[in-house]
Nanobody, 121 residues
Framework: QVQLVESGGGLVQAGGSLRLSCTASGRTFRSYAISWLRQVPGKEREGVAC???????YYADSVKGRFTISKDVSKNTVYLEMNNLKSDETADYYC???????????????WGQGTQVTVSP
């Protein structure tokens, strides 16, 4: 069983940057793909980015060129670097484990508790 803890959320102005972290404890997440998803209250959860077990990265079209997902296996941590943030990207951001990266971001095995990102206009 893997436990995930997100951090790094906060308030930023539109056009600004934030780096989110997702640290895993328990079973090493070398065995999993790790995704970041986000959710605005009242809306469906949206996949943002995924990094596979072998380090391949995948992004939602809306964040390509602005967001970067990476991982530091020695720290059991996955990062989401978010640049040029937009006000409509205000949401709760979650990391999650999956067996593999999927375009529909389905098949989540474990969720973190989430971290809030607020982008002011």
């Amino acid at each position: 069983q893997v436990q995930l803890v997100e951090s790094g959320g906060g308030l930023v102005q539109a056009g600004g940057s934030l780096r989110l972290s997702c640290t895993a404890s328990g079973r090493t997440f070398r065995s999993y793909a790790i995704s970041w998803l986000r959710q605005v209250p009242g809306k469906e959860r949206e996949g943002v980015a995924c990094i596979s077990r072998d380090g391949k990265t995948y992004y939602a079209d809306s964040v390509k060129g602005r967001f970067t997902i990476s991982k530091d296996v020695s720290k059991n941590t996955v990062y989401l670097e978010m640049n040029n943030l937009k006000s409509d990207e205000t949401a709760d951001y979650y990391c999650a484990t999956q067996a593999e990266c999927r375009g529909d971001y389905a098949g989540v095995l474990t969720w973190g508790q989430g971290t809030q990102v607020t982008v002011s206009p």
